[in-house]
């Protein structure tokens, strides 16, 4: 079992930056695919980034790309989304997903793909 925890959102003007960051346990973070989905009221979650198990290969959604960038630390157990640039339709709960067991360089982009989700966190650009 995997627990995926997100946190760093907040309130932020457009135009400023937040860093979402994403803990997962287990000791077998470094075989996780991991994974940033937003979802915006009423609507279902879409994807925003993924990053395969070795940080070598990293997909954004078209609506990110230039602006939000993904990374990860296996030495830790994190995932990072850095977010500049922020939009006000960029206003959502962010989720953290992990698929465990990984031991390729794949990588996926669809919800149905992911195993372990966090709670979410917010992020509302607003001036």
């Known amino acids: 079992q995997v627990q995926v925890a997100e946190s760093g959102g907040g309130l932020v003007q457009p135009g400023g930056s937040l860093r979402l960051s994403c803990a997962a346990s287990?000791?077998?973070?470094?075989?996780?695919?991991m994974a940033w989905f937003r979802q915006f009221p009423g609507k279902e979650r879409e994807f925003v980034s993924a990053?395969?198990?070795?940080?070598?290969?990293?997909e954004y959604a078209d609506s990110v790309k230039g602006r939000f960038s993904m990374s990860r630390d296996n030495a830790k157990n994190m995932a990072f989304l850095q977010m500049n640039g922020l939009k006000p339709e960029d206003t959502a709960v962010y989720y953290c997903?992990?698929?465990?067991?990984?031991?390729?360089?794949?990588?996926?982009?669809?919800?149905?793909?992911?195993?372990?989700w966090g709670q979410g966190t917010q992020v509302t650009v607003s001036s």
């Open positions: 990053i395969n198990r070795f940080g070598s290969d990293i």
């Open positions: 997903a992990a698929r465990t067991g990984i031991f390729s360089g794949m990588i996926y982009l669809s919800a149905a793909d992911y195993e372990y």
């Open positions: 287990g000791r077998t973070f470094s075989s996780n695919v």
